[in-house]
């Protein structure tokens, strides 16, 4: 089953708007941590949040901020006043609980392009 | 966060060959990670390489086909093996690392596109 749930394959968004990046998840772990990757089209991953489950503030960075709903298990990327620069792929991942490593799965990714 | 340097960035490949990726850190890292991005797709774990034993595989993924090698801990290689059309993907190493939250964040190399013909 689909751990991850990005069901925005692609979005728009005018230079100097916000946008909301959708993401859903899936887990029965009490501890969980969900992270949103920018992938630019040169392929490189750049990390740019990350959300603890216990964590009770919705983490934010910059221009990033994650809407943690937890009840409804969805931790969706807000990016304030887009720039250019912006238009990337974006992924949502997950890491569970201890008993499940340290790898992430990641969801299918949100293709954003922003306009001028 | 470590600096993850990826060999080769990109290669074109025949059918039947094998190809070698290799991921250097400029730190000691206990685990480093193997995933795959097909194209237009997310991207998929393939093992974990841990310093002095055996990579942890994913399902679908076995070790005849991606033999990976960690002689230090600073060093991993990926050998695709045998490829074919379907082969054709970007291919990453990570690390964990600290990011500024405090979490343990998997900061990535630039990738190797591989495409084989």
């Known amino acids: 089953a689909q751990k991850i749930t990005q069901t925005q394959p692609g979005m728009f968004v005018q230079e100097k708007e916000a946008v909301t990046l959708d993401c859903t998840y899936d887990?029965?772990?009490?501890?969980?941590?969900l992270f949103w990757y920018k992938q630019p089209s040169s392929g490189e991953m750049i990390f740019l949040i990350y959300?603890?489950?216990?964590?009770?503030q919705n983490a934010t960075e910059g221009r990033y901020s994650l809407n943690f709903q937890k009840a409804r298990k969805s931790a969706n990327l807000v990016i304030s006043a887009s720039q250019l620069g912006d238009s990337a792929m974006y992924f949502c991942?997950?890491?569970?609980?201890?008993?499940?490593?340290?790898?992430?799965?990641f969801g299918k990714g949100t293709s954003l392009l922003v306009t001028p | 966060s470590a600096v993850i340097s990826q060999k080769p960035s990109r290669d074109i490949c025949q059918r039947g060959t094998s190809l070698t990726i290799q991921c250097q850190v400029d730190?000691?890292?206990?685990?480093m990670f193997w995933y795959r991005q097909q194209p237009g797709q997310s991207l998929t774990l393939i093992a974990t390489?841990?310093?002095?034993?055996?990579?942890?595989?994913e399902s679908g993924f076995v070790i005849d086909k991606f033999p990976i090698s960690r002689p230090n801990l600073t060093f991993s290689t990926l050998t695709v093996s045998n490829m074919s059309p379907e082969d054709s993907s970007i291919y990453l190493c990570?690390?964990?690392?600290?990011?500024?939250?405090?979490?343990?964040?998997?900061?990535f190399g630039a990738g190797s596109r591989l495409t084989v013909l």
């Open positions: 390489a841990n310093q002095g034993s055996e990579a942890t595989y």
């Open positions: 730190s000691q890292v206990t685990m």
């Open positions: 959300q603890g489950s216990y964590d009770e």
């Open positions: 991942a997950m890491r569970e609980g201890p008993n499940s490593g340290y790898a992430l799965n």
């Open positions: 887990t029965s772990d009490q501890s969980y941590g």
């Open positions: 990570s690390v964990e690392g600290q990011g500024g939250s405090g979490a343990n964040v998997l900061t």
